[in-house]
């Protein structure tokens, strides 16, 4: 005897009920996996800055008495610890500018160079420099900017930089701010589209953040000596 119509109703219903699919739960892996890698990266750069933090050095009355001058130096002096600089450094870029990631390093003059051309190579990023006037051959744009004893000037070359790249601009330590907004200033002259500064170090209390027009900024370590 074959059994009610209305009996097969609550199976048939339970087809109707959402059953999560091979691609939900690619998804849902694929998702919890990118927060495990995010907070591992996060963990791992929070314990390499206090690595960086006690490698600095200072120096009382440097270079004239009332200043305390903070050294990077020491960073790049222990293999390990400027590997870890380096790591650091690259971690901080890929979770600051996301998407945004840059076509071009530019460091500038002198300590930028110190670790900006090994940053753009984990970066897979071409590196460009910005000296000092006159020191560049060829055609150069040209910005000023003021020091605490007049006026001085830097250059990029020419063509260094292609209209529309993204770049981002790295120094050692910000401070007053000029040298790296006059940077900033080249790279605009040369058609590039400047993402944000990445700086080692920032000397909080001189404000430089505020010469850098809202641009992004970050900084790995922090000192209001």
Do not use: W
Not at 2 to 23: G, H, I, K, M, Y
Not at 205 to 219: A, D
Request: charged share 20%; aromatic share 6%.
């Amino acid at each position: 005897m074959s059994a009610p119509a209305d009996s097969a109703q609550p199976l048939a219903s339970t087809s109707n009920d959402q059953v999560p699919t091979s691609a939900d739960i690619t998804t849902n892996d694929a998702s919890r996996g990118q927060s495990a890698s995010a907070s591992a990266s996060a963990s791992e750069l929070a314990r390499t800055k206090i690595t960086l933090q006690g490698a600095l050095k200072s120096f009382q009355d440097f270079p004239i008495p009332g200043i305390n001058f903070i050294d990077i130096l020491p960073l790049f002096q222990d293999p390990a610890i400027h590997n870890a600089l380096l790591r650091a450094l690259e971690l901080q870029v890929l979770e600051f500018v996301g998407s945004l990631k840059p076509d071009v390093v530019v460091g500038l003059d002198a300590r930028g160079f110190l670790f900006g051309p090994s940053l753009a190579l984990k970066l897979d990023a071409s590196f460009v420099p910005v000296r000092k006037k006159g020191k560049m051959p060829g055609p150069c744009v040209t910005a000023a900017y003021e020091k605490e004893y007049g006026t001085d000037f830097f250059q990029m070359q020419e063509g260094a930089i292609k209209p529309g790249q993204k770049v981002l601009v790295v120094d050692d330590i910000i401070a007053t701010g000029g040298s790296a907004a006059a940077a900033g200033t080249l790279v605009k002259q040369l058609g590039g589209e400047l993402v944000g500064y990445l700086f080692i170090l920032e000397i909080a209390f001189l404000k430089g953040r505020e010469k850098l027009g809202g641009v992004p900024t970050i900084t790995l370590l922090e000192t209001d000596e």
